[in-house]
């Protein structure tokens, strides 16, 4: 239901029946645009049969005003009789208070239709809000014996395990998420871009770690074309429009930091690309909702060992050559 370009807001479905025949449906436009309740009323070719309709909706409808008026006064002002709600907004700012609107309206609302369906559909929006952090995603690429990189590169490029297939899949996930994450270490050895080159779609915000600050300006991550967060402990560095400085305390575990700093940002999702260090410190911290891991048949020997999950289960998915493994904690 809707799209990833909605983020931070949620992805909303919508339909309208009357008479038993749909008349009308939506989903949420791009972030800032009008929401999944208002595309379907505006969808409808009579606006008189919105009167004996029923509205369907994934999630409550709002109740404030934010970039667009509020959805539940729209369906007050249309008259539509009977609302059914997949599941209640858990944004502090509705959280039933769109319901209690409408039921005072004299609108017949019914509560928790596939209600686990529905906010498994907007996972990243209620880990948000229920969690203050974004949906946290883990991804790596692994040799079939283990290892996630040699032990030895040349001129900072990145050493492919994986086939063509499988890196575009990575750069469609960039489309859909709202940020990935890099340790110090990938940024110098692999010098990533982490941009959206191999598929449509906007670049994600890019992180990464560099507690001294001290990166060369020349890696492709601090060419300041993608807006991006430095996690640093040098508070003398000074942030730019692109190019943003967030002080954190390398004493203590990174990840529920970096969770806090990017909350504030509101920031939905995150995919922790690498490296081995930085994927373990957030498997230890337990501050992971799902991981992908690309399993390649090729046989590296000795190298960095993948990071380790213990008691998982994996739905397996075959890309030519490459196992794709969809983990969950």
């Not at 029946?17 to 208002?38: K, L």
């Not at 409808?61 to 609302?83: A, E, N, R, Y």
């Not at 809000?129 to 032990?151: C, M, N, T």
């Not at 999702?269 to 957030?282: I, N, P, W, Y």
Request: hydrophobic share 40%; glycine share 6%; proline share 6%.
């Amino acid at each position: 239901m809707g799209t990833f370009a909605a983020l931070p807001n949620p992805s909303v479905g919508a339909v309208i029946v009357y008479q038993n025949r749909i008349i009308g449906e939506g989903f949420t436009s791009a972030y800032g645009g009008p929401h999944a309740e208002v595309n379907a009323i505006l969808s409808v070719k009579n606006p008189e049969w919105l009167k004996d309709s029923t509205l369907y909706v994934s999630l409550e409808p709002c109740s404030h005003f934010g970039k667009t008026p509020p959805c539940s006064d729209l369906i007050i002002q249309k008259k539509i009789p009977k609302v059914v709600v997949g599941t209640v907004d858990p944004y502090a700012q509705v959280c039933g208070q769109g319901i209690d609107k409408m039921k005072k309206a004299g609108i017949e609302v019914i509560l928790g239709v596939l209600e686990a369906e529905c906010q498994q559909s907007n996972k990243r929006f209620f880990t948000y809000h229920q969690k203050k952090r974004p949906y946290i995603i883990l991804k790596w690429a692994e040799s079939v014996d283990g290892f996630i990189a040699p032990l030895k590169r040349e001129h900072n490029q990145p050493v492919w395990l994986t086939n063509n297939y499988s890196r575009q899949l990575v750069h469609k996930w960039r489309s859909e998420e709202m940020a990935f994450l890099v340790g110090a270490q990938t940024v110098i050895d692999d010098n990533p871009s982490l941009t959206t080159r191999d598929w449509y779609g906007r670049n994600p915000l890019r992180i990464f770690i560099d507690k001294e600050g001290t990166i060369d300006s020349n890696l492709s991550i601090k060419d300041k074309t993608v807006k991006t967060i430095c996690i640093t402990a040098n508070k003398t560095l000074i942030s730019s429009e692109n190019l943003i400085f967030e002080w954190a305390d390398f004493s203590k575990p990174l990840p529920i930091q970096i969770g806090h700093i990017l909350f504030k940002h509101q920031i939905c999702s995150l995919v922790v690309e690498g490296g081995a260090k930085t994927l373990q410190d957030f498997i230890d911290a337990k501050l992971w909702d799902e991981a992908r891991v690309f399993r390649s048949p090729i046989t590296l020997e000795q190298g960095i060992s993948r990071p380790l999950i213990s008691d998982y289960k994996a739905v397996i998915t075959n890309i030519l050559d490459d196992q794709l493994l969809l983990i969950k904690p």
